[in-house]
């Protein structure tokens, strides 16, 4: 539904922890036109430059607390707003090279009064700073 808002242009970066690039994050929106329960959302599916990265080892923060997929599961009343940005963090040792990639995010969304699953799949073209 707003697909091609998925992805935030500001947000993208590599994380250093200890010193050590240990993955990059992104900022992302919901592709829903209303918020959601942590426990709705299925997981996001995130591809940079034809590497695909497992849903389950992808770390979500909204609301100032980060989840895993497992934790997003069982989470009864954190919810995800529409147009709050949330950060995604992908575990990646070096993260990224710095310059220009191209990243998919494909989010899975349960909506309750619909049989279907939603689904946001939106590709941008982003730099990591040098």
């Known amino acids: 539904m707003f697909d091609k808002y998925t992805i935030c242009e500001e947000g993208f970066r590599n994380v250093v922890r200890d010193g050590e690039v240990v993955g990059f994050e992104l900022s992302i929106r919901i592709a829903y036109y209303r918020g959601l329960r942590l426990s709705m959302v ?3 599916e995130v591809t940079a430059d ?7 080892r992808n770390l979500f923060t909204a609301g100032g607390r980060s989840y895993s997929y497992e ?5 009864p ?3 995800w707003e529409f147009g709050e940005k949330a950060v995604l963090f992908v575990p990646r040792p070096g993260g990224l090279a710095p310059g220009p990639h191209t990243i998919r995010v ?4 349960r909506i ?3 049989p279907m699953t939603v689904v946001g799949d939106d590709t941008k073209t ?3 700073a040098r």
């Open 42 to 44: 299925e997981g996001f």
């Open 106 to 109: 494909i989010q899975k969304l």
């Open 77 to 79: 009343t954190g919810r």
């Open 71 to 75: 934790e997003m599961e069982r989470e």
């Open 50 to 56: 034809g590497e695909t990265f497992p849903v389950e």
């Open 126 to 128: 982003l730099a990591i």
């Open 112 to 114: 309750s009064y619909s």
